[in-house]
């Protein structure tokens, strides 16, 4: 005798929520029910796979490796779902789709309206998030796709080129790199550089285009940090620093309101790639390179 699926749908979301009350809500059962699955799981495969504790519940070795297993399962199993319910339509019905946050708000609000007209069907559900997050919740299933920038670690993923995004040197208005053209990121070398905090994707990409080190402040301790764009914008526009900006930001009206100013940088190697990832095998990857090709049109 095989787990069913549904034993497994149980045993991931008891992972989750690590009560049985709290899994046997989130599928719609009663908790015995739940109960009486997971037991039926540990008789089929022979070995414990909760410990029962007043704290809750804690997965034992066997259990956590089942829900390892589980998971990838199941993420096949409702790609083949999905597949069956699109079949010949392409971008139709439920999408999940993560974007990370230095693209969402200046990339999607001139792709939604071209998506909406070329796929009515389409019923697009967005997350957005940090890319480490949106990788994780890719590979576990739980997104169907991810607009994200390269370089990255894409190990165990596909995806398909949208567009370069060039990040921008920008600095108070009174700034000397007002006076300049292009700004050679050495000349930045000792200056204030405020980034994204840690985690932002864009941080990374902005201290390698220029060969810098992570900024650091008094007692090693890191200096400021910002935890969104327009935050950075008016950081930068109060005077406290230097920073870089993605052009589809600028673009898109970030710095029009705040007393700064933006320059190109002098390096052949100022930009982030903006592409669409998807895990690798997905019944999803037709459909992800045709969303990918829809926004490199937006």
Not at 51 to 77: K, P
Not at 204 to 231: I, N, R, V, Y
């Amino acid at each position: 005798m095989l787990p069913t699926l549904r034993q497994m749908q149980y045993l991931k979301l008891l992972s989750e929520h690590g009560s049985f009350s709290r899994a046997a809500e989130a599928c719609y059962v009663t908790q015995p029910t739940l109960s009486a699955g997971i037991q039926e799981l540990e008789k089929i495969l022979g070995a414990p796979v909760v410990d029962r504790a007043r704290s809750g519940v804690i997965l034992t070795a066997a259990g956590q490796e089942a829900v390892r297993r589980a998971t990838s399962i199941l993420a096949q199993t409702e790609d083949l779902v999905q597949a069956a319910r699109g079949a010949g339509q392409p971008l139709a019905g439920r999408f999940r789709l993560g974007v990370i946050p230095t693209v969402a708000p200046y990339l999607l609000p001139r792709a939604l309206p071209m998506l909406r007209d070329q796929f009515p069907k389409l019923r697009l559900f967005l997350r957005e998030d940090l890319t480490q997050r949106l990788i994780a919740s890719l590979k576990a299933g739980s997104l169907d796709a991810a607009l994200i920038a390269l370089p990255y670690d894409m190990t165990g993923l596909d995806w398909a080129h949208v567009e370069h995004d060039e990040l921008l040197a920008a600095a108070p208005a009174n700034h000397p790199m007002a006076m300049q053209d292009r700004v050679d990121p050495a000349s930045l070398d000792g200056q204030d550089v405020i980034l994204l905090e840690d985690g932002h994707c864009l941080r990374d990409h902005a201290l390698a285009a220029c060969g810098l080190e992570p900024p650091k402040g008094l007692g090693d301790e890191e200096s400021f940090a910002a935890t969104s764009l327009p935050t950075l914008v008016q950081m930068i526009g109060s005077g406290l620093g230097v920073s870089f900006l993605p052009a589809m930001a600028v673009q898109a009206g970030l710095a029009e309101n705040a007393p700064v100013t933006v320059r190109p940088l002098a390096t052949a190697q100022s930009s982030r790639e903006i592409v669409v990832a998807w895990r690798a095998g997905s019944s999803r990857a037709a459909e992800g390179r045709l969303l990918a090709e829809t926004l490199r049109a937006a």
